[in-house]
């Protein structure tokens, strides 16, 4: 323990060495939605921190919603007291904000690693996930890839404006994939990428996407899980501040236009052995069909985490590569579990139908608990895509159907903890709750 305050007191000195002008730091975590909540502290009172202070935050600031309310979750919230939860920094987490007016520090805090982990954390119920197939002689190995919409920075009664093309000022309502989009909007895109650099992420490719506005980005292929999780989130963070710097916003709400693709959350995944044997491919590729059939198998019980919100369900089956049943096929973009072309060492899965702006830790969590549940149960696949265009079960297409089916499942309980399921659910049961509680001018038009 001392050992790990000392390095946690160098990184913070050397921070300060470099960065004098720096007088505070966000301390910031993901909370269930997706949002990062936290402190922003001197950043003297950092450095009696990473020598070993107590950092303490509310519990409950993690089940907040979509919205920032609190909901009354069993005993959470409203008769529990309200009370902190000790948190610890993230090593190699503290980094340089630009994006902001003044000089600035973030840096990443977590209650995993602590004595009393929050079970329905994010990044604990991820930590727990991968320190279980870690026991079990497992070694993930993962890459996120990111979609998300540029929009102009002022909406337009309420509603996003088409990006304004910097070389025309005309509005970027076309949708293509062409590479000339890249160019025009590279003073944007180039800042967004130094800026994830900066915050210590591999960004590899750039791609300008379908939709208008759309680009993809996508980052380096890591063997510790809870930092490719990091840099999604964090990757989210710096990109909404370096747009709005840049007169844009950017947003990964799953579904925007009606009428344009979504925006999903890509993940891929292999599974190595301490030796570095990729697990996938061994046994003409056996374990590959049996992880598979796993991810399958749970996958329409974990559509709360892939669809967090109401607008993420509206981009399932609309619009290009986005399917409405459970489907896998071997390089096969309509599918949500592809194959990539590889060869046996980077053999992998690419999971595609979590949409853009659900919680990564999550997202990760639940499909390596699919993938412990195929290779333990040992079962074939159904037909791929290749074989039957008609292949694929059927999963929820709304929320509380998703939080029903979700709730109960016991393979997802005891692979992702049974109190962060009941409070997961709950969180979305009355987010979900809470958004209906409008009534919208189209009602009054259709039913006055």
């Not at 599974?271 to 996958?299: E, I, S, T």
């Not at 949409?355 to 990564?360: E, F, K, L, T, W």
């Amino acid at each position: 323990m001392k050992s790990h305050s000392s390095t946690l007191l160098a990184e913070v000195r050397t921070f300060r060495q470099n960065h004098p002008d720096v007088r505070y730091v966000d301390l910031i975590a993901l909370d269930i939605p997706g949002h990062f909540y936290g402190k922003r502290y001197p950043v003297d009172m950092l450095e009696k921190v990473a020598a070993g202070s107590p950092l303490k935050l509310p519990q409950n600031a993690v089940l907040l919603g979509a919205q920032g309310g609190l909901f009354k979750i069993g005993d959470y919230c409203f008769h529990d007291g309200d009370p902190d939860a000790n948190r610890r920094l993230v090593p190699g987490t503290l980094k340089p904000v630009s994006w902001e007016a003044q000089p600035l520090g973030q840096m990443l805090i977590t209650s995993d690693g602590t004595e009393a982990p929050i079970e329905f954390e994010p990044r604990e119920v991820l930590a727990k996930v991968l320190e279980r197939l870690h026991r079990k002689g497992i070694h993930p190995v993962v890459a996120f890839e990111l979609e998300f919409y540029l929009f102009d920075k002022k909406l337009s009664d309420g509603l996003p404006q088409f990006a304004r093309d910097p070389l025309s000022d005309d509005a970027d309502d076309q949708p293509n994939l062409h590479i000339e989009r890249l160019s025009r909007f590279a003073p944007v895109l180039d800042d967004m990428v130094e800026t994830a650099k900066a915050q210590g992420i591999d960004i590899t490719v750039i791609t300008a996407e379908l939709g208008p506005g759309q680009f993809e980005i996508n980052f380096g292929h890591l063997e510790d899980g809870l930092r490719a999780a990091d840099w999604a989130a964090l990757f989210c963070r710096s990109t909404r501040g370096v747009a709005l710097k840049h007169g844009y916003r950017a947003s990964f709400m799953a579904k925007p236009y009606l009428q344009h693709p979504g925006s999903g959350m890509h993940v891929h995944v292999s599974l190595y052995d301490a030796a570095g044997n990729n697990l996938l491919a061994a046994h003409q590729q056996q374990p590959l069909r049996h992880a598979v059939a796993g991810c399958l198998q749970l996958l329409p019980h974990c559509m709360p985490i892939f669809s967090p919100n109401h607008n993420a369900f509206r981009r399932l089956g609309g619009t290009v590569n986005a399917a409405t049943r459970a489907c896998w096929g071997y390089e096969d973009r309509d599918a949500c579990v592809r194959i990539p072309e590889s060869d046996p060492r980077n053999l992998r899965i690419e999971h595609r139908l979590a949409s853009a702006d659900a919680n990564p830790y999550l997202v990760l969590a639940a499909i390596l608990v699919g993938l412990e549940h195929g290779l333990e149960a040992a079962k074939e696949p159904i037909a791929p895509l290749n074989e039957d265009r008609n292949s694929g079960t059927d999963f929820p297409l709304e929320m509380l159907e998703a939080v029903r089916a979700m709730q109960h499942q016991p393979a997802l309980r005891e692979g992702l903890g049974a109190e962060f399921v009941d409070v997961y659910c709950e969180n979305k049961r009355q987010d979900h709750l809470a958004f209906q509680q409008e009534i919208h001018a189209r009602e009054y038009r259709w039913y006055l």
